[in-house]
């Protein structure tokens, strides 16, 4: 198979477009033939080398934790999916990456929406579990006023939609340029400046931004991230790990038009270092995502 992968630690231009072994589905998990893979954090952050993970991956490696496409393979165990449903999901986290590639091995997965783009299916999976996952464990109630920090990124635009949906009242801070992208999603947008009081505070920018959002929250109990490591030391909750379920519990609200995964732009797999290079230069409107030939 053709796969984007680096060799070396570097910047955007390391990728290239080569020859990979085709992967096989372990226990509990399938192989998708990929029609979109997703840009992600960790993608950038790996490749770049400035990754906590980064010293332990083996290279060539290739980088991708979200893909969509159709089954052509099935593991052992896996019952009620067969070859040729079209799904979107997760890939094993333990092995950091491999979906930008013609042929991706899924852990968890949900059935695309028929609604839903290729692409935006691409992109959606690890938005669509963080973006839960965090919200469930900020126990949230109707009428809660939520601040929500880099809300017109992947996660934060996602996580920005289902608050709404739970009948919070959003706050999002992000770029003076993203104000409208912000205000379509359903929050109040604050430009960069965290200012007032809020109920909860979900972080996904990281940026040292929590001293201030615990501030505003009045306790670091009330405060959660996804993105900033020194969180244990400031007592707030860092949220990451293994999913643990499909990431498509919100995948019904997806075909019903509720919630969009707002998709920046897509790249095509024969120019690897577009996207990564957007992802470096360009402020955050939703997710980039691979387009991936056949």
Do not use: C, N
Not at 48 to 77: F, K, N, Q
Not at 207 to 217: C, D, R, S, V
Request: glycine residues 14%.
């Amino acid at each position: 198979m053709l796969a984007v992968q680096f060799a070396q630690f570097g910047p955007p231009e390391v990728l290239r477009l080569a020859e990979a072994p085709d992967p096989h589905p372990g226990p509990g998990e399938v192989r998708v033939r990929v029609r979109a893979a997703g840009v992600s954090p960790v993608d950038v952050a790996l490749r770049a080398g400035t990754s906590p993970s980064a010293a332990r991956l083996p290279r060539p490696h290739i980088p991708g934790v979200d893909a969509a496409g159709v089954i052509d393979e099935v593991g052992p165990g896996v019952t009620g999916w067969a070859p040729g449903d079209e799904v979107f999901g997760i890939v094993p986290l333990a092995t950091l990456g491999g979906a930008t590639a013609q042929l991706a091995v899924l852990r968890h997965w949900a059935r695309r929406p028929a609604q839903l783009p290729w692409a935006e299916a691409g992109a959606a999976g690890t938005s669509l579990e963080t973006a839960t996952r965090a919200l469930d464990r900020l126990a949230l109630e109707p009428g809660m006023r939520l601040l929500v920090t880099g809300a017109a990124g992947g996660v934060g635009s996602v996580a920005v939609q289902l608050a709404v949906l739970r009948g919070v009242r959003v706050y999002g801070t992000g770029s003076a340029d993203a104000a409208d992208f912000v205000a379509a999603l359903g929050a109040e947008p604050l430009g960069r400046e965290i200012a007032g009081r809020f109920d909860r505070a979900l972080d996904t920018a990281g940026g040292g931004l929590l001293p201030a959002l615990i501030e505003a929250t009045g306790d670091a109990a009330r405060v959660l991230t996804i993105a900033d490591f020194a969180a244990p030391g400031l007592g707030v909750a860092l949220s990451t790990g293994e999913p643990a379920g499909e990431p498509g519990g919100h995948h019904g609200l997806a075909e019903a038009g509720r919630i969009r995964v707002p998709l920046q732009a897509t790249y095509p797999m024969s120019d690897p270092p577009a996207a990564h290079r957007a992802f470096e230069t360009t402020s955050r409107r939703g997710k980039l995502a691979y387009e991936i030939d056949a």
